[in-house]
């Protein structure tokens, strides 16, 4: 279709992204043809972008902004972090549940497990999030990663710009912090939690 050898990576990558639907399929091939592969597998071809645009403007009004906020996340999100993350003042847990049918029942996302969607094609999410301008996408980045250390303390980790630079001076040991540290049990992941128990929304300090 794209005139040209293509090698077995960039096939599979496109089949990952396409799902195998022929609109999809044809599409990222053109833009194979005209880019090359590294183009095709990493943006979306600018005739599927239109389709979906428009298909995304006639969901239900806010549920664009909460697909856009799962964009976010990834191709895959719990309905209960959506919730957490969503602005309260404008989606509250009903809003959010009516924006996942919306997307269901307009087959851009769908549901594989109780509590949790999933985009039905990598190329709904990507249009959604590139979408999404600079100030806009680093400020839901920022709402998620809270919700997530919230529900995950666990699994956080220091970050590496937070260690001292070179030539930074390092805190002094105590004679107490030469000890070995006692063992400790690992915790368990938290599981997924079905949409019916979310946790209530933590209230926002007054400003």
Do not use: W
Not at 89 to 107: F, I, M, N, T
Not at 155 to 176: C, H, K, L, N
């Amino acid at each position: 279709m794209c005139g040209k050898q293509v090698d077995a990576a960039t096939v599979g990558a496109l089949a990952d992204r396409t799902d195998g639907n022929p609109f999809y399929v044809r599409e990222s091939a053109r833009l194979l043809a005209s880019e090359g592969a590294l183009v095709a597998v990493s943006e979306v071809p600018q005739g599927v972008r239109d389709v979906l645009r428009r298909r995304l403007r006639q969901l239900p009004e806010g549920a664009l902004a909460l697909l856009q906020l799962a964009s976010v996340v990834g191709r895959e999100i719990e309905i209960c972090v959506l919730v957490e993350a969503a602005d309260p003042v404008r989606h509250d847990e009903h809003a959010v549940l009516d924006a996942a049918e919306a997307g269901v029942v307009a087959g851009l996302l769908t549901e594989p497990a109780p509590g949790v969607v999933r985009f039905a094609h990598a190329l709904v999410r990507d249009t959604l999030y590139t979408d999404l301008v600079g100030v806009r996408r680093a400020r839901l980045h920022a709402r998620l990663a809270e919700v997530l250390r919230r529900r995950r303390p666990t699994t956080s980790r220091p970050s590496r710009t937070t260690s001292p630079g070179p030539g930074a001076s390092r805190p002094r040991r105590s004679p107490s912090s030469t000890r070995s540290p006692q063992p400790t049990r690992p915790s368990a992941a938290t599981p997924m939690t079905p949409r019916s128990s979310c946790s209530p929304r933590p209230s926002s300090p007054s400003p």
